[in-house]
């Protein structure tokens, strides 16, 4: 039986990893069983005025309300909710034995305007003059974002954009969050890491982490004086802004694997502090996840690779600054495509059966050779089969972590 795919998405990567595959390409009218699709796509796939069904034999690459970690408000507002039930609860992380993850401090502190204007006021004063970064929440690569370090700025942006903000109906909100001014620096230049996580189930929670990350680096030396406030090419790693800087190399890309990095990390701050911040980060990415996994409409004809953007500061501590529900496949050098291909191939590899055949009946657990470049980080799954038995002593845990 023949493997049928579909995709609305004009990225090369998609159709050449499914040709590859001896798949068939078929429209959206057509029976499919993948189906590659774009975030509005999904969205009306599953709406209930759509009326569509699948069928047992079809996966689709996103959830229903993917986008309750990648608009930026409502992945606050998830945040923020898993931490007061957390500490309710009052057990914390006392698994990891890890206090200063008993807050779950991996996002900047952080309001929605214009909801928690007076709220953002309140804790501007604070600190006056203290940097924020401003960001559009329905929007992505780079667009609309500036940085603040005077409240006069902030009303003088909402007189212009005519988007006061005592008139809340129907206006775009944004996020303000304290901006990360300490950021760690190689040669100089700012950058941040763009990891690749797939989602497979939320519930129970399955969650891989693609070993092949890179960071993305600004093309101007950072500077955090007022006189370079608005210059983005100092501030923002995107590189759909970076591009467009007269010192963007398009050899590279503005791009460093995330391995080397742990390299440079290991060489000038050692093996042991170099380990912990990436176990911080994997736990910070497990959190976040399980942040969103109960408001999440959970279907097994889904799965969902999510970009994680993350920078880490001077101290080594990572912050999670956003999540990208649809990351891109486009490739801006050689390793681009090579690492896109790869991501891709990993990913089917994952979420299609060993018949070959998507099938939602089964049990989505992927076999250790099947993983390719992808960790397993947890699976929920895995974790209770392990709890139950007596005498389990197999690697896979359901954690990362032995």
Request: aromatic share 10%; glycine share 6%.
């Amino acid at each position: 039986m023949r493997v049928t795919f579909c995709t609305d998405l004009d990225k090369s990567v998609v159709v050449a990893n499914c040709e590859k595959r001896g798949w068939v390409q078929v429209g959206p009218e057509d029976e499919w069983n993948i189906y590659w699709a774009g975030t509005m796509t999904c969205r009306s796939l599953f709406s209930v005025d759509s009326g569509y069904r699948m069928n047992d034999n079809q996966l689709i690459n996103h959830f229903p309300n993917h986008y309750e970690i990648s608009r930026k408000d409502l992945l606050v507002k998830n945040i923020k909710r898993y931490r007061r039930d957390l500490e309710k609860e009052g057990n914390g992380l006392a698994e990891r034995g890890d206090s200063k993850y008993l807050h779950l401090d991996f996002i900047p502190v952080t309001f929605v305007l214009p909801a928690d204007y007076n709220m953002f006021v309140e804790e501007y004063r604070k600190a006056p003059q203290s940097t924020w970064i401003m960001k559009p929440c329905g929007r992505s690569q780079g667009s609309g974002i500036f940085l603040i370090n005077k409240l006069s700025k902030l009303k003088r942006w909402s007189r212009e954009s005519k988007t006061p903000f005592q008139q809340q109906l129907g206006k775009e909100s944004y996020v303000i969050s304290k901006y990360i001014d300490n950021p760690l620096l190689i040669g100089g230049k700012k950058f941040d890491l763009r990891l690749y996580v797939l989602v497979t189930s939320f519930r129970p929670l399955k969650v891989y982490q693609f070993r092949l990350g890179f960071c993305r680096f600004c093309t101007v030396k950072y500077d955090s004086s007022v006189a370079e406030l608005d210059n983005m090419y100092v501030h923002l790693t995107n590189v759909s802004v970076q591009k467009h800087g007269g010192e963007y190399n398009s050899l590279h890309g503005g791009k460093l694997s995330v391995q080397n990095l742990r390299l440079h990390l290991e060489s000038t701050r050692g093996k042991q502090v170099t380990e912990k911040l990436f176990d911080q980060i994997s736990w910070l990415i497990i959190h976040s996840l399980k942040a969103i996994a109960p408001v999440i409409a959970t279907d097994r004809h889904c799965f969902e690779c999510y970009g994680y953007d993350i920078i880490i500061d001077n101290k080594l501590k990572p912050w999670l600054i956003e999540v990208n529900a649809s990351p891109s496949l486009t490739s801006t050098t050689a390793n681009d495509r090579i690492l896109k291909h790869k991501l891709l191939d990993n990913i089917f590899n994952i979420v299609i059966p060993p018949s070959g055949m998507p099938d939602v009946r089964w049990n989505k657990i992927p076999s250790s050779q099947a993983l390719g470049d992808f960790e397993l980080l947890i699976d929920e799954e895995l974790v209770n089969i392990h709890e139950n038995s007596e005498n389990a002593n197999s690697s896979r845990s359901g954690y990362r972590w032995k």
